[in-house]
C-alpha cells in the first residue's frame, strides 16, 4: 500500500457500515480520502477521531443521486486535492418488496443509487485520472453476492437486478479500458451477509431486533470486507482482481 500513501480517494457512503471502515483504513494508509455521504455529520465525527492517522478524511455532503451535486463534488476534489486517484463506489440502497407489490418510484430509488450514481461517479473519477495522465489509478465496485445469483429471498429481487447490472458493468468497464490500452483496474467485491445497519434500513428493525438477526445467522463485520479490499487495491499494478465473492461461514 505504500505507494497509495498520500493519494486520494473517494468513498462513497461514508457515514456508516462498510464505507466508514474502508475510509477508517485508508487514512490509516496515510491516504488523503474524501468521504462522500449524505449523513456528513457522521463522517465529520469519524474524521474527528482520525485526526493524527497517516492520512486524512475530508468529509463532503453529496447527495450522489443528485448529477449535479456529483459533478460538484468532483469539481471540488479537483480544487482542492488535484483529482481522485480511486473510487471507491460503496453506496447503495435495498428496499425490501416483492417484484409485484414493488413501485416504480422505489424500482428507480435503487436503480439511481446503485447503478446510475455508481456509472456517474465512475465516469468522473476515471476522467479526472486521464486528465491528469494517472494510469495507475483504480475503481472499486462494492458489488453483492447477490450480484452473482438470484436467492429465493422474498422481497430482494430487484435490489439483486441492480447488482447483477454492477457484476455487468465491471466488465463492460474493464473491456473499455482495455480497448484504450489503459493502465486504470476496476474491481469489484461482492460480499454476503455483513453485519452493519443494512437491514435497519432495509427492514425497518429496531437495533435490537437487527442485532438478534444477525446473531442466529453467519455473518461478516465490515473490516471483513475492507481487508479484501485492501488485498485488491494493495496487488501490484500489473495485477487487476477483476471480482471478489465474499461468503459467511
Known amino acids: 500500500m505504500e505507494r497509495w500513501s498520500g493519494r486520494v480517494a ?12 474502508v475510509a477508517r483504513r485508508l487514512v490509516a494508509e496515510g491516504m488523503r480520502v474524501v468521504g462522500a455521504a449524505r ?3 457522521r463522517v465529520q465525527a469519524l474524521a474527528d477521531e482520525l485526526k493524527g492517522q497517516p492520512g486524512t478524511l475530508i468529509p463532503i455532503k453529496c447527495d450522489i443521486t443528485k448529477d449535479d451535486q456529483v459533478v ?14 480511486v473510487c471507491v463506489n460503496n453506496a447503495g440502497l435495498a428496499v425490501f418488496k416483492d417484484l409485484l407489490e414493488g413501485s416504480p418510484e422505489e424500482w428507480r430509488r ?3 443509487l446503485n447503478v446510475v450514481a455508481l456509472c456517474l461517479c465512475t465516469r468522473e473519477a476515471v476522467a479526472s485520472m486521464r486528465e491528469r495522465g494517472v494510469d495507475d489509478g ?20 430487484f435490489y439483486c437486478g441492480t447488482k447483477q447490472m454492477v457484476t455487468t458493468l465491471t466488465e463492460a468497464l474493464r473491456l473499455e ?12 467485491i461482492s ?29 461478516m463485520q ?26 459467511p461461514l
Do not use: C
Open 10 to 21: 473517494l468513498v462513497t457512503g461514508a457515514s456508516a457500515g462498510i464505507g466508514a471502515s
Open 39 to 41: 449523513r456528513v455529520e
Open 72 to 85: 460538484s463534488m468532483f469539481a471540488r476534489i479537483k480544487r482542492e486535492l488535484g483529482g481522485v486517484d
Open 110 to 112: 435503487m436503480l439511481d
Open 138 to 157: 483504480h475503481v472499486i465496485h462494492l458489488n453483492s453476492i447477490t450480484g452473482h445469483y438470484i436467492p429465493e429471498l422474498p422481497g430482494f429481487h
Open 177 to 188: 479500458l482495455r480497448r484504450a490500452n489503459s493502465k486504470i483496474r476496476i474491481s469489484s
Open 191 to 219: 460480499p454476503g451477509r455483513v453485519e452493519t445497519e443494512f437491514v435497519v434500513n432495509t427492514y425497518g428493525m429496531s437495533q435490537d431486533a437487527a442485532q438478534q438477526f444477525y446473531q442466529e445467522r453467519p455473518r
Open 222 to 247: 465490515a473490516d471483513d470486507i475492507t481487508d479484501s479490499l485492501i488485498h485488491v487495491l494493495a496487488a501490484p499494478p500489473h495485477v487487476q482482481i477483476h471480482d471478489v465473492l465474499i461468503w
